[in-house]
């Protein structure tokens, strides 16, 4: 059973694209993240939702937005995707009161 | 200069050793402390955590906080080879809902 599920695991596509990543948990936590993590390994938190409310917004670009539909799941959609957003991005969960996440296998976003 | 500094190796040993795994961070508002073990093409698995000073151990693992220092430190004892992996300290400000601060990482690789 897979606690936290993110598709598609790879993901390729031209400058000037929009696409979307999708993100599921069925651990029962109510906040969930987007993280990105570049080529050099730095993992850099984007956005987290609690209840469906944003609740961190890190200075991303407004082409990314999270959209959750409910406590399972956050989606990223991406705008106008540009070389600098190739790299691989995760999705991650926890308890709000806890801050203990657990992460999906991330999917690897190459623009060209 | 990032808030969290961690060594990125690779650092090899051979199987069996004692390896030290540490990270300085310069925000004293940090107090919780994490480790994550990261194999290739994954998602970071959490392996400890840690509240303020003192330490932690789980079986081969053990974690070490001296806030007085900022200093972080994990210590795996009888090293495997299925340890080897990139290991990435994480901290935050404080335990609710909040985003972690994550540290380069460093790649372990133990030799059989």
């Known amino acids: 059973d897979t606690a936290v599920s993110q598709t598609p695991k790879y993901l390729v596509t031209q400058m000037g694209n929009d696409k979307s990543i999708k993100c599921e948990q069925n651990?029962?936590?109510?906040?969930m993240y987007w993280y990105k993590q570049d080529s050099k390994k730095f993992l850099k938190i984007m956005f987290s939702?609690?209840?469906?409310?944003?609740?961190i917004n890190e200075t991303v670009p407004n082409r990314f937005s999270p959209k959750s539909p409910d406590k399972a799941h956050l989606n990223l959609h991406i705008n106008s995707l540009e070389l600098g957003d190739s790299a691989v991005y995760f999705c991650?969960?926890?308890?709000?009161?806890?801050?203990?996440?657990?992460f999906g296998p991330g999917t690897r976003l190459t623009v060209l | 200069q990032k808030e969290v500094e961690q060594d990125p190796g690779p650092l090899s040993v051979p199987e069996g050793a004692i390896v030290s795994l540490n990270c300085t961070y310069s925000?004293?508002?940090?107090?919780?402390f994490m480790w994550y073990r990261q194999y290739s093409r994954k998602g970071p698995e959490l392996l400890m955590y840690?509240?303020?000073?003192g330490n932690k151990e789980d079986g081969r693992f053990t974690a070490q906080v001296d806030k007085s220092s900022k200093y972080i430190s994990l210590f795996i004892r009888d090293s495997q080879p299925s340890d080897s992996a990139t290991y990435l300290c994480?901290?935050?400000?404080?335990?609710?809902?909040?985003?972690?601060?994550f540290g380069g990482g460093t790649r372990l690789m133990v030799k059989p």
């Open positions: 991650a969960s926890s308890q709000w009161e806890k801050n203990e996440q657990f």
């Open positions: 651990l029962g936590h109510d906040t």
């Open positions: 939702y609690n209840n469906k409310e944003l609740i």
């Open positions: 925000n004293s508002a940090f107090q919780y």
């Open positions: 840690t509240y303020s000073s």
């Open positions: 994480a901290m935050s400000r404080n335990n609710a809902g909040n985003m972690l601060t």
